[in-house]
């Protein structure tokens, strides 16, 4: 498998994404109903234009480091996670991963609002594929962390969008993946509780667990990170040292 690829993997390799490119077809107008698409599909008179969310993007990261992707909203941050994640195929290029990967996206996302935080805690446990004795071992560690008190016993619906997000880490990061990816879960919260997840995600980093760290936070990922990557319009502007291509992101931002 690896001979097929230019970046070589190692044993230290958790990922290689190589020469990834991500084309979407856009319709140039927008079409009133399901059925009209179809007809016009059909008859061929649906015209598109091709969008390059990513363009060849190559991307090697060790097992056990903590590496962040910076850019502005529509850079191609997302896009790259769902190709990592699997969820998205790219139009062009090959991925690699060595182990299980976790894909934390949206805090909270498989949780019901009519279940109770326990029942939540065994959904989501259950859906990242760990049986229900495994759930309930470590169902007092989840709580402790998410510091929810007695609301653990209430329907979700009664939450805010602070305690669902707390409950998510909570849940998502009882384990110790072999890859976590963590798109902008840090920009909930109270700061005490963002410094909880940042020594958390520094407990993992010393247990070999790898971690894609996406934030708006250019301090946070010059803190976590030893290596980042800025993305612009879908292109790899730079990669490297976290704390420089952080001051790189601030110029062009700035």
């Known amino acids: 498998m690896s001979k097929n690829f230019t970046i070589t993997p190692t044993s230290d390799t958790a990922f290689i994404l190589e020469n990834i490119s991500v084309s979407y077809h856009l319709s140039e107008e927008k079409i009133p109903s399901i059925k009209e698409y179809v007809i016009r599909r059909l008859k061929g008179e649906i015209k598109y234009n091709s969008f390059l969310a990513l363009d060849d993007i190559n991307i090697s990261v060790k097992k056990g480091e903590i590496f962040g992707i910076l850019g502005r909203n529509g850079a191609g941050k997302s896009t790259l996670l769902k190709v990592l994640a699997r969820v998205l195929s790219p139009t062009k290029g090959r991925v690699w991963i060595k182990g299980q990967v976790y894909p934390l996206l949206q805090l909270g ?16 446990g259950a859906l990242l594929g760990h049986t229900r004795q495994e759930i309930q071992e470590k169902l007092p560690k989840i709580e402790e962390f998410a510091e929810i008190g007695d ?13 669902t997000a707390r ?20 920009s909930v919260g109270d700061a005490a509780f963002v410094q909880k997840c940042s020594n958390r995600m520094k407990e993992f980093r010393e247990s070999g667990a790898t971690i894609l760290l ?21 292109k790899l502007r730079a990669i490297g040292d976290a704390e420089e291509v952080s001051e790189e992101y601030r110029k062009l931002i700035f």
């Open 109 to 124: 996302a498989g949780f019901h609002p009519e279940l109770t935080g326990i029942e939540n805690v065994f959904l989501n």
């Open 151 to 163: 609301f653990i016993n209430a329907p979700l619906r009664t939450y805010s969008s602070g305690m």
């Open 167 to 186: 409950l998510g880490f909570s849940v998502a990061t009882a384990w110790v993946p072999d890859i976590l990816i963590l798109d902008e879960i840090l």
């Open 214 to 234: 996406v934030s708006h936070s250019i301090d946070m990922v010059a803190e976590l990170c030893q290596r980042a990557a800025l993305l612009n319009h879908g």
